[in-house]
């Protein structure tokens, strides 16, 4: 009776409780007083949100809405709460405050209040378009991506000099401005704040910047000023000054009440912190982002994000300090079948677990040119897949974390602010089989290095396969020494394949290199392993973008099997590149007409490290580090005190100086008796050779070993004297019916600590 009474009661409301889900509405010309059913509907999105419960839906009529959004719930699995535009109609989430009634100001400025200010992060828009902040040189030009500078002749840690500054300006004239600076080797901008300005040397003192980036990035380069009232002197730049609200220098003739003026009023336009189960569709987003951070299972489909994040900086090296993009910080979340465009740092800033980017559309973002990116990824076993990215600052995905699934992504026209960039990009990273495949890279417009996938010094454990690069200034592939583990198989590639280091770091450990189409050298390394490359592309039609091989290719059945990798092939052999004849041609890219449906799904290859979590910086993501607890994916053993060690040493240090050898963790095992690590790894083949190695390095102990052991024969025992970093390696063969084997690190019951780092096991290949 109570059901059915309900039921009644919703309909008299005009509100849907199938399924036990009530639907309101929101309209512009609704009114919160009222109770959100159709005919009554709401004047605002978060009234509805803070009643909202799960399996509830919000339906919000056409118009613009200039408010964020909270939700008061969480749905559930099977009930989620879901925010959606009413069919056929515009919704706008608008981030900017409409700037009416102006008055003229000083000479042929206008103000006009009413709106706070948002410091770094302000931005305004005339005539429908982004005008920049007060600045000096004069931007000429409207495109953030190619920024108006002028030449710095040199800089230091807490100095720029610019011998171009006009000499009408007096002492002290840019205090409080914020500087923009590219210089030195270029990799990444940074921003500070000027302090002081002596007009007779041309110099403005700033606040100090990173040690990091005095020693990297000073020296000559280029610069621009902003955010001070005294560089308000040319059409179409404003500036917020104080209490006097906002000042414009509109164009010559022109009265801002005339033409649509806006100033963005909020950094979000929903915040889905701690809220899971939410969808949002088909809403248009501007001048805002969206948060989920520690969301889970939420969505985001068929939305349109434009000028998502802006800041001009202030204190600022390699990354700004603040959030930016649409921030996912969660598990289980999807964005699907969006626009995101235009940002001065990311697209999409994505961690977490199990999210998904799927059939997007992300461009111009990263105008800051700093280690942001359309897509900065961390996280563990994301998945990006059928994207279309274009025009970025630096890289076109930021690649961090582990396991991660980077395929059929076309990316291109990145590298248009820094130097010494990568269209996929990664430093100092174990990616713990991260694959990045089926894409199609090109155009990396870096005046300095540009390259097409770089992995930097100190990477391991990445595939790299069946992706077509083209368009790059210097190689198709990078691979920076130390570089461990990385499998590169049956690219096509318009270039060579590169690899630098200092003498001393010479190892490229575990990487192979086959199968591959080349129009440029491969590196020549005694560690990298080579096989079935040809420096021969002969395709049917590079300028129609068709790389599928001509008939009778030498790279026909030119290839090796490798599992995992090549399977399905069509001939007596895989043939070498990236399209296999006789095969369906794989397309990337977004396409919004035929929304693809792709499933996470690694790639079953014996080729790749066995080990999980071989260099231990899964531990550090999950915040585990120095504190003795669990080392995910291994057993401690002995005494139990073993933990992670952060290496206190910098990125190009010597290997010899740092705790870590790749990433920024190692296991240190303790200084009081016998303690160890232990990893059982399943799924090997019975009765096949292997090779198994380990680094190890003496603190104050005496002694560390590695052994193998359960493999099906006798222990195999390799020890490690040195204070230095060494490599141990172990071959062995399993046996006829062994499908595992025990790795292990272990210090005798002596005083003393050891370390360990950047495991492997892998096949044993004739060469190995």
């Known amino acids: 009776m109570r059901r059915v009474l309900l ?9 849907n409780l199938s399924g036990w889900g009530a639907t309101y509405y929101v309209s512009p010309t609704g009114k919160d007083k009222l109770d959100g059913a159709q005919t009554r509907p709401f004047a605002t999105i978060q009234r509805a949100a803070l009643i909202m419960e799960p399996g509830d839906t919000c339906i919000i009529h056409g118009g613009m809405y200039q408010e964020t959004v909270r939700p008061l719930n969480s749905g559930t699995e099977g009930k989620p709460i879901v925010f959606r535009a009413y069919s056929g109609e515009r919704v706008i989430m608008a981030g900017a405050t409409d700037l009416t009634k102006w008055q003229p100001a000083d000479g042929a400025l206008w103000k006009v209040g009413g709106m706070g200010d948002m410091g770094q992060n302000n931005q305004v828009f005339l005539a429908g378009r982004q005008i920049p902040e007060a600045r000096w040189p004069d931007a000429n030009q409207i495109d953030p991506l190619k920024p108006q500078t002028a030449r710095v002749d040199d800089c230091g840690k807490d100095w720029v000099i610019c011998k171009t500054i006009p000499d009408k300006f007096p002492d002290d004239f840019f205090t409080g401005a914020t500087i923009w600076v590219l210089a030195g080797r270029k990799w990444t901008s940074w921003t500070s704040r000027v302090r002081g300005y002596v007009a007779a040397e041309k110099k403005l003192i700033i606040d ?4 990091q980036a005095a020693t990297f990035h000073t020296g000559p380069g280029e610069c621009f000023l902003s955010g001070v009232k005294n560089l308000l002197d040319h059409p179409w730049e404003w500036i917020f000054d104080g209490g006097n609200g906002l000042l414009l220098f509109p164009p010559l003739g022109v009265e801002p009440d005339n033409c649509l003026a806006y100033a963005k009023t909020r950094h979000l336009a929903f915040d889905l912190y701690k809220r899971s189960y939410i969808h949002i569709q088909g809403i248009e987003v501007q001048c805002a982002s969206i948060r989920l951070t520690e969301s889970s299972h939420s969505r985001l489909e068929n939305i349109r994000v434009t000028y998502v994040s802006q800041t001009r900086g202030g204190n600022t090296d390699y990354s700004p300090e603040e959030e930016s993009g649409i921030v996912v910080q969660g598990n289980y979340n999807v964005i699907r079948d969006c626009e995101i465009g235009y940002s001065s740092g990311n697209g999409i800033h994505l961690s977490g677990a199990r999210n998904q980017v799927v059939n997007c559309w992300i461009h111009h973002t990263n105008s800051l040119g700093s280690f942001d990116a359309p897509i900065r990824m961390a996280g563990r076993e994301n998945l990006i897949s059928h994207n279309t990215i274009h025009d970025a600052g630096r890289d076109g995905i930021l690649v961090s974390g582990t396991g991660h699934q980077i395929q ?16 996929l990009y990664a430093v100092n990273k174990d990616g713990e089989s ?6 199609w890279l090109h155009d990396n417009l870096s005046p300095g290095l540009g390259v097409g996938v770089f992995l930097d010094r100190y990477c391991a454990n990445y595939i790299v396969h069946h992706n077509v690069i083209w368009g790059t200034l210097q190689e198709g592939l990078r691979l920076n020494k130390i570089q461990n583990f990385t499998l590169v198989a049956n690219n096509t590639v318009f270039g060579g394949l590169a690899e630098w280091g200092r003498p001393h770091s010479d190892d490229m450990y575990g990487v192979r290199v086959c199968n591959n189409l080349f129009t440029a050298p491969v590196a020549s390394q005694p560690d990298i392993r080579l096989a079935s490359n040809l420096m021969n592309i002969e395709v049917q039609d590079v300028a129609a973008r068709d790389f599928r091989l001509k008939e009778n290719s030498p790279a026909i059945d030119a290839g090796i099997p490798i599992p995992g990798i090549t399977d399905g092939f069509a001939g007596k052999a895989p043939d070498c590149g990236a399209y296999e004849t006789g095969v369906e041609p794989w397309v990337c890219g977004h396409d919004f007409s035929a929304s693809p449906d792709p499933v996470f799904s690694r790639a079953s290859t014996a080729w790749r490290n066995r080990v999980a979590n071989a260099s231990f910086e899964d531990g550090a993501r999950r915040g585990m580090a120095g504190g ?11 005494k139990g005190t073993a933990k992670l060690a952060l290496s206190k040493s910098s990125l190009v240090s010597d290997p010899d100086d740092r705790t ?4 920024r963790y190692s296991v240190v095992l303790g200084t009081d008796g016998e303690d160890g690590v232990e990893q059982k790894i399943e799924g090997l083949a019975p009765d096949t050779a292997y090779t198994a190695s380990a680094w190890a390095r003496l603190a104050e102990a005496p002694e560390v070993a590695v052994t193998v052991r359960d493999y099906g024969g006798e222990p195999i025992v390799k020890s490690v004297r040195s204070t230095a970093w060494e490599r141990v390696e172990i071959q062995f063969k399993t046996g006829p019916g062994s499908t595992s084997a025990v790795i292990c690190l272990r210090k005798p019951d002596v005083r003393g600590a050891a370390y360990g780092d950047d495991f492997g096991l892998i096949p044993t290949f004739a060469g190995n």
Do not use: F
């Open 7 to 15: 039921i009644a009661a919703g309909m008299a409301l005009g509100v």
């Open 208 to 211: 100090p910047i990173s040690d």
């Open 408 to 423: 059929y992504n076309h990316i291109y026209n990145t590298g248009r602010i820094c130097h010494d960039s990568g269209i």
């Open 434 to 439: 991260t694959e990045i495949h089926h894409n």
């Open 628 to 638: 003795g607890q669990d080392i995910p994916r291994w057993t401690k053993i002995g």
């Open 660 to 663: 870590a050898r790749l990433g």
